[in-house]
């Protein structure tokens, strides 16, 4: 399935450290498990951070033995527990997270996280010639130059759960029901869940759609007999989406109920899929610094493990498969 890249020469006392930062995501524990284990293999020591830049800032560094992250690839969430770090911002700060690590005589730091988190450590590298490597993990799947991230297939299945089990009650009452999914700017989790969950409507971020066009797709469903319609939402900038369209339904005669999934996708078990990209991914992340990469992320692009510079991503959108928006439409009528 991926490649990961060969390490070309064993390294000796190399110390490499690892943290997760931002929003978590399911598989984080299997990256970490991955980049700690591919790490001693070659020679390393490792440390995990704890809390993000927030713990790296306060010296939570600890060393990381190959059972210090052993049963934890099934687990959900990290280990090492995920912030946010407003200080972060600050370039006098970053210099004072640089110099925290050079302390503990780190070489190398290895960031599971997404755009912002990758800003951070790009910034740090920039500055102060720290080596940085970023590990693309979130549920959104909205980093640019990887086509997949960690934890995006845990989350897109776990709504797909929820979305059958509501089916079951949507066509025992004749109901339409609004289907609140994660995603404020980026709608890659709604249009795989309401492909895959055979919804109605698919409501993305990046595409505006009328009333009246939602409208238009359940009363040609009505025509055909159909008496219950699924509408996945993807929850948008705004708090309360799902709701507003609701009342608007509503205006045009149209009863519905709002399910938001919220939270629920973010946590449990992660996927077979986001087990093996996240170990493949931490391994290559790890083989790319000891063969003196940085300042770029590990990302999938056709199967394969590639190396984007940070430069090349960072602030960058994303784009939703037009095709795949397209494809939806066509299989929702
Ligand atoms: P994600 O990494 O999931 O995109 P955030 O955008 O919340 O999550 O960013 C996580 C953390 O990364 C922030 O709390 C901050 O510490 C750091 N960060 C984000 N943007 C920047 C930035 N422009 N400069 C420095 N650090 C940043």
Same mark, same amino acid.
């Given at each position: ?9 064993? !390294?000796?006392?190399?110390? /490499? ?6 929003? %978590?995501?399911? $598989? ?10 591919? $790490?001693?293999?070659?020679? @390393?020591?490792?440390?995990? *951070? ?22 934890? /690839? ?11 770090? !407003? ?7 970053? =210099? ?6 050079? =302390?503990? !005589?780190?070489?190398?730091? *290895? ?15 920039? &500055? ?14 909205? /980093?640019?130059? +990887?086509?997949? #991230? ?16 509501? =089916?079951? #009650? ?12 994660? $995603? ?16 109605? #409507?698919?409501?993305?971020? &990046?595409?505006?759609?009328?009333? !009246?066009?939602? @409208?238009?797709?359940? %009363? ?17 900038? +705004? ?13 045009? $005669? ?20 986001? =087990?093996?990209?996240?170990? *493949? ?53």
């Amino acid at each position: 399935m991926f490649n990961v890249p060969s390490v070309p020469h064993q !390294e000796k006392n190399k110390s /490499i450290a690892v943290l997760t930062s931002g929003g %978590d995501a399911p $598989g984080m524990n299997a990256a970490i498990r991955s980049v700690v284990r591919y $790490g001693l293999a070659h020679g @390393c020591n490792m440390f995990g *951070v704890s809390k993000g830049y927030s713990g790296l800032l306060e010296g939570e560094i600890q060393p990381l033995s190959a059972s210090s992250v052993a049963n934890i /690839i099934q687990r959900g969430g990290t280990i090492l527990k995920t912030d946010r770090c !407003e200080a972060f911002f600050k370039k006098s700060v970053r =210099r004072e997270a640089v110099n925290i690590l050079k =302390r503990k !005589e780190i070489d190398g730091l *290895v960031v599971i996280g997404g755009d912002g988190s990758f800003t951070g450590a790009h910034l740090m590298e920039n &500055e102060n010639k720290f080596p940085t490597i970023g590990i693309p993990g979130t549920i959104d799947n909205d /980093i640019f130059g +990887t086509e997949d #991230t960690i934890g995006f297939d845990t989350a897109v299945n776990t709504a797909l759960g929820a979305i059958d089990r509501i =089916r079951d #009650t949507a066509s025992s009452h004749d109901r339409i029901f609004l289907i609140e999914v994660m $995603g404020r700017n980026s709608g890659f989790i709604a249009l795989n869940v309401g492909v895959g969950g055979g919804a109605e #409507t698919v409501i993305v971020p &990046e595409e505006k759609q009328s009333i !009246e066009s939602i @409208c238009r797709t359940i %009363d040609r469903g009505v025509k055909r007999g159909k008496t219950s319609s699924i509408i996945v939402v993807a929850e948008g900038p +705004t708090e309360g989406l799902s709701h507003r369209i609701m009342k608007d339904l509503e205006k045009k $005669g149209h009863n519905s109920k709002v399910c938001i999934l919220g939270h629920t996708q973010r946590g449990g078990s992660p996927t077979a899929h986001d =087990r093996l990209l996240a170990s *493949v991914l931490g391994a290559s992340a790890v083989a790319h610094l000891l063969g003196g990469h940085s300042n770029a992320m590990v990302g999938v692009k056709a199967d394969e493990v590639v190396l984007v510079p940070f430069k090349k991503i960072i602030g960058k959108k994303k784009a939703l498969p037009s095709s795949l928006i397209e494809f939806a439409g066509i299989l929702a009528t």
